[in-house]
């Protein structure tokens, strides 16, 4: 099997069903070994050997255009050119029935024109209608197919090039809906500027982004939007963030600082050292994995799938029967049967069912991503929105992740200032937050530690570290219930001893800030009726502290990493568990978890870790984002229950004998509208 993989983006698709269609044609193409489509993202991967000439001929029947992802969107008609055929049927119509009025009835002439619609509306329509049915595939083009031709056949022309023209609408309107929920995650697309100011040696030029290099640097002047990620090597600024964190607030920027591609300098002039090619940058992550979310379809959808799988052969079958049974075994009119027959395969055409939950989801997932919060596919949209629980990891998710030392003192009769020479000499050993915070406190007071050499050094995670000095044994480590230490952790502060060949000789308190966002959250968690939990390697006084500033309702103190891991199996026993974390320390609890929401101001652990991943160091949205998956659980419901009653309702109009092509069509081009409309307002749900 060939390696080589191609993604192309089309331009055309009309309808669930007819990108099925459209994969199965580029999966018989030769040289093609696999071919599948992504309808949310409008884009097909192909690996083998095709050309675009090829692929296009596959999508011949829905006129579908395609080009390579990685070049520019295929050029957008006007609605007028795109429809024209449709246009022109439908003006052959009202001319057949104004002929109808003028001269009292059907006559050549106005048959003439009935046929003339029919045939410049639905001649694509019959011709994939007519494949598929030599291939044994039966979806919505072979029923309106064998319908509209049927009714021509027994001399129904005007209500034949009506089904024609209400079709092509109906067609138009799955179509628009699917672009406008597509729009959202489009425009992510247009956020980073395709030209960047490159600085050289020469001076300041203007190159396309795809040539500038990692290293480079690239000048951004007050206003402009950042074309790359990058570090800030000059000047300062306020950033606007808001295209990958989803907070509208500015960020103040200076040297050395991280800055992503698509957010908004506005008020300094920058100079930024590039540190990803352009197909790696946080937006260009962020894209890719959006439109990777929609091809993973959410169980609504695969269960719908699978219904309309049945379905419609399943309604072949009962137009069949209603056509064939009463004339044969009860002696009723053929022609009267035969009519009711077509009209319930028109009644049955799954339009409004197929499109009632893609439309959901794309558009719940484009909202979202407009938000800062990554949903990475309808699965997990659907899993956090069924969450009873949610747990926390303290550090850097309910905190800030930047500790900083409040207290500092050294046992009687040892020197302030050699305990904490002693304390940063060992910390300097450690990558640990708080071991920087400790180094950061002894360099503002002015303590030399860098010349004391440490032997034997060694970390134990989640327990503290220890090294030799010359001849003696230090450890910094958690305290044993030490007066001084507890009265720290009352006071929601990390206590930390230093030890000297087993005599106390120093105490350390660090604090991590609260988020300013962590209990408003909580509070709006709560209104949701979800249960909280916070995961802690803290000690049990300085975690009840925090939990209850915070209006946390579980604790779970005292856990090393693999503790935490077992906290949310047991978890789980009982709940639907979502688990916030930073997506590094707490990927093994992340990954056990029902639903694992990563925080991470864009960075690529965040990205990939996690189903979900609030881009903004905050969990602000999060409670958006369960309100949003249980909106967009109940519209799939709604638009699959409405899909599914206005099919009943219309074919329950057989037995009276009511049901007519012209109710069959109005109720399916109708379901559709209103299917599509309902699915569309998830675009415009707010916090």
């Known amino acids: 099997m060939t390696n080589d993989r191609t993604t192309y983006r089309i331009d055309g698709f009309s309808c669930a069903n007819c990108a099925r269609t459209f994969e199965k044609n580029v999966q018989e193409i030769n040289g093609v070994e696999d071919a599948q489509v992504n309808f949310g993202a409008s884009k097909i991967t192909v690996q083998g050997a095709a050309t675009v000439e090829d692929i296009e001929k596959a999508g011949a029947f829905e006129q579908l255009k395609v080009v390579n992802a990685s070049g520019p969107a295929p050029e957008r008609q006007s609605f007028l050119k795109k429809h024209r055929m449709v246009i022109l049927s439908a003006i052959l119509m009202f001319i057949g029935f104004a002929l109808v009025i003028y001269y009292g009835g059907q006559n050549p002439m106005t048959t003439g024109f009935f046929l003339a619609s029919v045939v410049t509306g639905g001649y694509r329509m019959f011709w994939t209608g007519l494949n598929n049915m030599t291939r044994l595939r039966f979806d919505m083009k072979t029923l309106m197919t064998v319908a509209i031709i049927g009714a021509a056949l027994i001399g129904e022309w005007p209500e034949a090039s009506v089904v024609v023209v209400l079709f092509a609408v109906s067609e138009a309107l799955e179509r628009y809906s699917m672009e406008k929920a597509r729009t959202s995650i489009q425009s992510l697309m247009e956020i980073a500027p395709n030209t960047a100011s490159l600085k050289t040696q020469d001076g300041i030029r203007e190159v396309e982004v795809g040539d500038i290099q990692i290293g480079d640097t690239i000048v951004v002047k007050p206003g402009e939007k950042l074309p790359m990620d990058g570090v800030i090597s000059y000047g300062h600024s306020s950033i606007n963030q808001a295209t990958i964190t989803g ?268 988020r300013e966002s962590s209990r408003p959250a909580i509070e709006r968690l709560h209104n949701l009726g979800i249960q909280t939990a916070m995961l802690t390697g803290d000690n049990s006084n300085t975690a009840r502290t925090i939990a209850r500033t915070l209006g946390i309702d579980k604790i779970y103190a005292g856990l090393m990493p693999e503790d935490k891991l077992a906290t949310i199996e047991d978890l789980k ?71 599914i009653i206005i099919k009943v309702i219309a074919l329950l109009l057989v037995i009276p004998g009511w049901l007519t092509l012209w109710i069959a069509i109005l109720s399916d081009i109708g379901a559709t509208l209103i299917v599509a409309l309902n699915g569309l307002r998830l675009l415009r749900m707010k916090e």
């Open 247 to 514: 907070e509208s607030l500015p960020v103040e920027v200076s040297g050395a600082e991280e800055v992503y591609a698509g957010t908004l300098n506005q008020n300094g002039y920058l100079e930024i050292e590039v540190t990803k090619n352009v197909e790696d940058t946080t937006i260009a992550k962020i894209i890719q994995l959006v439109e990777e979310a929609q091809e993973k379809r959410a169980p609504a959808q695969q269960f719908v799938d699978q219904f309309a799988k049945y379905y419609t052969p399943a309604i072949m079958v009962i137009a069949v029967m209603v056509a064939v049974v009463p004339p044969l075994l009860l002696g009723a009119e053929w022609m009267t049967y035969i009519y009711q027959g077509l009209a319930i395969l028109v009644v049955g055409c799954p339009c409004a069912l197929v499109i009632s939950t893609p439309i959901a989801i794309v558009s719940a997932i484009g909202n979202a991503a407009n938000r800062g919060v990554l949903i990475k596919g309808g699965v997990h949209l659907e899993k956090i929105g069924q969450s009873s629980l949610v747990a926390f990891d303290k550090t850097g998710t309910l905190t800030k992740g930047e500790p900083h030392v409040t207290d500092f003192e050294a046992a009687s009769g040892r020197s302030r200032e050699e305990v904490l020479a002693i304390a940063a000499a060992l910390e300097s050993q450690s990558e640990h937050p708080i071991a920087q915070s400790v180094i950061k406190y002894a360099e503002s007071e002015g303590i030399r530690y860098s010349d004391i050499d440490i032997n034997r050094f060694k970390a134990v995670t989640g327990t503290g570290i220890s090294g030799e000095i010359g001849q003696r044994f230090y450890e910094i480590r958690k305290p044993d219930g030490e007066p001084l230490s507890a009265q720290y952790q009352d006071d929601g502060k990390t206590a930390m001893i230093i030890i000297e060949d087993d005599q106390i000789i120093g105490h350390i308190a660090v604090m991590d800030e609260l």
């Open 573 to 643: 026993k009982e709940h639907t568990v979502a688990m916030v974390g930073d997506g590094i320390n707490d990927a093994p609890a992340l990954a056990t978890a029902n639903v694992g929401v990563a925080m991470g101001k864009g960075t690529d652990t965040a990205l990939e870790t996690a189903d979900m991943a609030l881009m903004g160091n905050s969990i602000h949205h999060l409670p958006f984002a369960i309100g949003l998956s249980r909106r967009t659980l109940n519209i799939i419901k709604a638009n699959i229950s409405f899909a």
